[in-house]
């Protein structure tokens, strides 16, 4: 039987740090280490974190804590674009900026990535919706997130969502790289019916 949580329940929450960024990215000028800050920009159009990101900030023993362990979950919880994202130790030594709140997983009966597709859902960001007309800058609390409600199915039941939404992605991929071959095919059919013509 399907079990509902407060999000609460089942993890831990933090949130992300604010620290300055340096103006200096030539690693050899500095005596200190670097780490990387992700912030929503680093993350492109489908919500993926981006392959290019350059250490931005300066080390400093303090921050150490605040390193991203792979299996966290990243919720842009501020701007006009809610989203979650799996970290998967894409890049060593880095930290979430202040745009997100930090979600660490207490429970082994979720798989991360449900998590990730639930507060992905249409559904879920609904409930996060009325922010968009109601606030100059949108924002969720780490209160607001550790109350939303979530239904737990089995294992097997959430990998299987899982599955399905990877298929689902594979999906829109492919037909927009469809589209964008045909829209090629025809802009460069109709240019050289017009340049035959000419």
């Known amino acids: 039987m399907n079990k509902v949580f407060k999000l609460q329940d089942i993890v831990k929450l933090r949130s992300g740090m604010v620290v300055s960024k340096t103006a200096n990215n030539d690693e050899k000028l500095l005596t200190e280490a670097f780490v990387r800050m992700v912030g929503t920009s680093d993350f492109d159009e489908n919500d993926n974190l981006v392959d290019n990101i350059e250490p931005n900030v300066l080390y ?69 919706n009325s922010k968009m007309s109601t606030q100059v800058m949108p924002s969720i609390s780490k209160q607001e997130l550790g109350e939303l409600e979530i239904i737990i199915p089995s294992i097997e039941i959430q990998e299987q969502i899982v599955a399905l939404d990877k298929l689902k992605k594979r999906q829109i991929k492919i037909q927009k790289e469809l589209i964008s071959l045909e829209e090629n095919y025809i802009n460069a059919l109709t240019y050289k019916k017009i340049k035959n013509e000419y």
């Open 60 to 128: 400093k023993s303090s921050i150490e804590k605040n390193y991203l362990q792979f299996g966290e979950i990243l919720f842009n919880a501020k701007g006009r674009r809610f989203f979650a994202y799996l970290f998967t130790n894409e890049y060593e030594n880095t930290i979430a900026s202040a745009s997100f709140l930090v979600l660490t997983l207490t429970k082994n009966s979720v798989v991360p990535d449900f998590l990730v597709w639930f507060l992905n859902h249409p559904e879920t960001l609904k409930v996060f």
